[in-house]
């Protein structure tokens, strides 16, 4: 087996085809996160970014792509910006994970959405989550009865509020695959603003994931391409999503909804309208990913699996490595599983995202007033 590490955007069209027949090939690998093109515009905007190619005798077996940092420490690619990775292999590639990773150049690799059962990752599993989706592959209509026996008073209450959006605020309007780059602004401020009103890291303050974003909502081809939705109340959007898709798998990415609506749950609203869009429009299924919000309960109809682990090779940065991260890892774990700790949690964010904002207000006036002195 050889393993050559090259950057992702200097892999060859035959390489790239490759990927492409091995992602198709297996259904566990049929999700936007594991594509070529995600890979490839990843590079263009980090230099970290690293694919292993894997060898044998019959030609590429495997491709691995991961992020290698300071030290030799690796990630998945993308990070905390994505819900799945993994080796994009033959199903029955076993490889040597240590040697894989002394092949990268890496002294650890920590994972936690990672393609669950890959036998190369199996033996470092330590834990395997859950990932809901909403599958149509029985049709949109089978989909709502299975919503409806999760929850009959939810569906119920979802429905009225919108009506009530419509009746209030105008005619709704649901938009599937707009083009449109400021419709992706609007969106993309309401999740700025989520981040911060919640206690969160806003990611768009990044510029760098802001280009990749709107970098992926360019992307149209029929393997792989970014879909904006958008939920609109008369001619004003109230509620709309961002995601990536594969030719049969849409993955959630950044849902967000105008406030000034929070009354009407225009997000649910927005999820129910969008999955009937992604029905209609030919995919299979809307991966939600794993943990976090109590909707994805109510709104799934089947699982996925991911799993979380660490593989290391013996060396100093690895014994810091697993210092610094395995504690967290598993206080994050605790409170994911237990919905009371998530909901405390929640709103200790939520608590310090209004004093960060009440802050900010009483601070700005004195900024204006010394920036007017200033001029």
Known sequence: ?????????????????????????????????????????????????????????????????????????????????????????????????????????????????????QPTFAPYEQDVRPAPVMDFTSGFEAWIDQVKANSPKNLKTVRYKERKLGRDQGELRFAWASPDPEVLRTLLAWKSDQYRRTGRVDRFAQPWIVELTEMMHAEKSADFGGVLTMLYAGDVPVAGHFGLRTATTLVGWFPAYDTEFARYSPGIVHHLQMAEAAANDGLHMVDMGKGGKEYKDWLKSGVLYVAEGRISRPSA???????????????????????????????????????????????????????????
């Open 1 to 117: 087996m050889n393993i050559q590490v090259v950057r992702p955007g200097d892999l060859g069209e035959p390489e790239r085809a490759r990927w492409r027949e091995l992602q198709k090939a297996d259904p566990s690998l049929d999700n936007p996160f594991l594509s070529v093109e995600f890979a490839v515009a990843m590079d263009r905007l980090r230099d970290y970014v690293r694919v292993a190619v894997i060898s044998d005798g019959a030609g590429i077996a495997g491709f691995f792509p991961y992020e290698r940092h300071s030290f030799g420490i690796g990630k998945p690619l993308g990070g905390f910006l994505t819900t799945c990775h993994g080796l994009i292999a033959t199903p029955e590639l076993e490889l040597d994970a240590k040697a894989l990773l002394r092949a990268c150049k890496l002294s650890v690799f920590d994972f936690d959405h990672l393609v669950a059962g």
């Open 317 to 375: 940065t690895a014994a810091v490595h697993w210092i610094g991260r395995t504690p967290f890892n598993k206080a994050r774990t605790i409170v994911m599983d237990r919905p009371s700790l998530y909901k405390a949690a929640d709103r200790v964010l939520k608590g310090f995202g209004r004093v960060r904002t009440s802050v900010q207000q009483q601070e700005s006036p004195n900024v204006v007033k010394e920036a007017s002195g200033a001029s």
